[in-house]
């Protein structure tokens, strides 16, 4: 009997144990998702960007992110990238920077133009410049959802202008301009006068990003060379009486020119005070041009210190202007000599370490060194070469560069001193 209950308990306990083997749950693969976000940006000039942003290893207890960022825009330029960091926020600061990689328009605040005797107001523009600050912080705040459609317009997420007619900076600068019309600036030369006001500067003034008066200075360069014109003995009259055979009296011929640069300069402080006032033209003493001391007729010379050119053509001057050569600062001097002009090459990009220059008029005359245009810059002569000068070229103005490439041909005599 006690056999019996003893077989009975051990098959109980083997039907119980195979019973809770066959019930044990067996150990699962947990399947983790490493999708983050994945973004899709659209925007102006047909911008698209997509950035997939994954875990690197999902499993591991310490995060590290990826992310892909594609981006095409209008200019046909893409940009396939990808980085990792340890955040999402350092993630989304890096994401940034390579936005402005895309070529943007900036967005412009009001202005304004003189028409009609009075500032007539230029709309303020938004560019297509994105705003990284609100792109990033509208990420953030979208960071726990999947999938994200970020339309850059509809958001609002683009710069916008600085100032608008609002603005109190605005209409104070309105006043500013309103107050330049009042000056009134007589220039004086022995006998000669020539008054400067609203008439002829009224169209220069406009206002700068910080709406302060801006004053354009090629248009005053024009008029004050129109001057100069009227009151300069030409050149060719000094020639006409001067002995080129005679070198003791080619170095005693001194003659007087209207010095434009630093005449701008002092008409610049004069404008916005809206005062009447006088003014004696600044002018230059100089001697005739080494050129023609050394004999040549077609020729053209080039003063750093008085960044001046002047172009000769069968001993008569052609052309008379202000240049900027190499910046002095960074050791980039024009380099003086002799030189002939090598030949001559039209719509040329000039290349050199951490630069590319497309220019029109290209007169190579030495190594790397020519005689260019220069559609940058606004302004030239004065100092400007001290601290903001050319790699070593000489810089011609665009209007005039036309001129200079026309009258020389390979071989005409380049002197730089």
């Excluded at 297509?128 to 459609?149: R, Y």
């Excluded at 006001?197 to 910080?210: C, Q």
């Excluded at 050569?325 to 090459?345: A, I, M, Q």
């Amino acid at each position: 009997m006690r056999f019996l209950r003893f077989i009975t308990l051990v098959l109980i306990v083997i039907i119980v144990s195979s019973c809770s083997e066959s019930i044990k749950p067996k150990k699962k693969t947990i399947k983790v998702d490493n999708l983050v976000s994945n973004f899709k940006i659209t925007g102006k000039n047909n911008f698209e960007a997509s950035v997939l942003i994954t875990k690197v290893n999902p499993n591991s207890a310490k995060h590290q992110f990826k992310a892909q960022i594609k981006i095409f825009a209008k200019s046909k330029l893409k940009i396939d990238t990808t980085f990792k960091t340890a955040s999402l926020k350092n993630l989304y600061s890096s994401m940034m920077p390579i936005l402005y990689k895309i070529p943007f328009e900036k967005s412009q605040s009001v202005n304004f133009k003189y028409e009609n005797k009075k500032f007539e107001e230029i709309s303020p523009v938004e560019g297509s410049e994105i705003d990284t600050i609100l792109l990033m912080s509208f990420i953030t705040n979208k960071k726990k959802e999947k999938n994200v459609l970020i339309n850059l317009e509809k958001e609002n997420l683009y710069v916008k202008p600085r100032y608008t007619i609002d603005s109190l900076k605005a209409k104070d600068g309105l006043k500013s301009l309103e107050k330049c019309l009042k000056s009134v600036i007589k220039l004086k030369y022995e006998d000669k006068e020539f008054d400067m006001d609203k008439e002829i500067f009224a169209t220069w003034l406009h206002l700068d990003t910080s709406m302060k008066v801006k004053i354009e200075t090629d248009p005053m360069q024009v008029y004050l060379q129109k001057i100069a014109e009227k009151i300069e003995t030409p050149l060719s009259e000094i020639l006409a009486e001067v002995d080129l055979t005679d070198s003791l009296k080619m170095n005693e011929v001194i003659f007087s020119r209207v010095n434009i640069n630093n005449q701008i300069n002092e008409i610049l402080k004069l404008i916005p005070k809206g005062d009447k006032s006088n003014l004696e033209l600044i002018m230059t003493k100089r001697g005739l041009p080494k050129g023609i001391k050394k004999g040549h007729k077609d020729f053209v010379e080039v003063s750093i210190s008085e960044q001046k050119l002047w172009l000769f053509k069968e001993g008569n001057l052609i052309l008379e202007t202000d240049v900027v050569t190499g910046n002095k600062r960074y050791g980039r001097s024009t380099p003086p000599g002799d030189y002939k002009v090598l030949y001559k090459e039209r719509n040329r990009v000039l290349r050199g370490r951490g630069y590319a220059s497309f220019v029109s008029y290209w007169m190579p005359f030495y190594g790397g060194y020519g005689l260019h245009d220069a559609n940058w810059r606004r302004r030239f002569g004065a100092n400007i070469y001290e601290s903001g000068g050319s790699h070593g070229c000489v810089n011609i103005p665009p209007k005039l560069a036309p001129i200079v490439y026309n009258n020389v041909s390979i071989g005409t005599p380049v002197l730089i001193y």
